[in-house]
């Protein structure tokens, strides 16, 4: 029996490393390749702290990085505040560059020749607005008032969260809605729009009101609590369900290619890259699905929450 090769740890841990890949870091990447460092940003002890590179934060001798955070030399724990440009904080402002660029494109050609018949990608867009307009956002916000006015943010909510998703797609991009961070920030904005738009249209006795969800005043220390928690439970929903459907198909992809390394032969490469190959374009409709229903589900929440009590 002939020996079996012997494995460096580089090479036993590379399913590891792909999956740390999937993180955030601080410099901007294309695939596994480091184009440039990003600045390092902290806040600590009172002070603003501004470094070129994680490079020139550790030459200064005051942090260095460990496990790709930074952290004190003196004590090891990490600043008050890390407000550093990362790779997903890149991705999320091509995202927004892109966005602007077709919109801006779309309006454009709009204004130019608004009697002509939309085509290319000015077709797409308008399609897209006229289906979150009457289908999502006026379908589902009872006021109708409210739903105009509120339109820009649930239309810039679904481009913006499309285009993240999408970015992931293309070879070397990265997802920034994979990060518990971005859905978060979103599902945050999501919430305050939720009841600041409700108390806006119904008025702040109103919406106290729906607080006891329909029930006595007597049940109210019963009622109130569950109502509160049913608020935040509604953003958590919307923030982990975005982040956990985008990662897992970037876990799939990559299980379903490292099998051609687990098993050590080629063999296996057919059906690996025909499966992901499946999981690819079911990855596509996903990116799609995933930016409806984040927009949809606000628009439903936002209605549910402005309704008048009776």
């Not at 589902?140 to 409210?146: A, E, I, T, W």
């Not at 961070?181 to 945050?188: C, F, K, P, R």
């Not at 249209?201 to 509160?228: A, D, F, M, Q, Y």
């Not at 890259?273 to 596509?284: D, G, K």
Request: charged residues 10%; contains cysteine.
């Amino acid at each position: 029996m002939s020996a079996q090769p012997h494995q460096t740890p580089a090479e036993s841990n590379v399913f590891t490393q792909l999956l740390e890949e999937l993180g955030d870091h601080h410099g901007f990447y294309v695939g596994p390749y480091k184009l440039l460092d990003l600045p390092i940003i902290l806040w600590d002890n009172g002070r603003l702290h501004l470094y070129p590179s994680p490079t020139a934060m550790e030459q200064a001798g005051l942090y260095r990085m460990v496990e790709g955070h930074p952290v004190r030399v003196a004590d090891g724990k990490p600043p008050a505040l890390d407000l550093s440009i990362t790779n997903l904080v890149v991705y999320q402002w091509l995202g927004m560059l892109l966005v602007g660029i077709a919109l801006w494109r779309a309006v454009r050609r709009y204004r130019a020749h608004p009697l002509r018949p939309p085509r290319g990608l000015q077709n797409a867009i308008e399609a897209l607005v006229v289906f979150i307009r009457d289908e999502v956002v006026f379908a589902n916000v009872g006021h109708q008032r409210l739903g105009v006015r509120l339109l820009p943010y649930f239309l810039t909510l679904f481009f913006f969260i499309l285009v993240l998703n999408l970015l992931g797609l293309v070879p070397g991009g990265h997802t920034a809605t994979g990060s518990l961070a971005v859905t978060g920030a979103l599902a945050t904005i999501a919430f305050f729009v939720i009841n600041g738009g409700a108390i806006a249209t119904i008025g702040l006795k109103n919406w106290l009101r729906h607080l006891l969800g329909g029930g006595p005043l007597w049940l109210s220390p019963i009622l109130v609590p569950i109502e509160i928690i049913g608020m935040f439970a509604k953003a958590f929903a919307l923030c982990v369900r975005l982040f956990a459907n985008m990662t897992a198909g970037h876990i799939a992809l990559l299980s379903l290619v490292g099998l051609i390394f687990f098993f050590g032969t080629v063999l296996i490469a057919p059906v690996s890259v025909a499966f992901s190959v499946f999981v690819y374009l079911l990855e596509t409709l996903v990116a799609f699905l995933q930016a409806y229903i984040f927009t949809i589900l606000t628009a439903v929440f936002l209605g549910l929450a402005s309704e008048e009590t009776h």
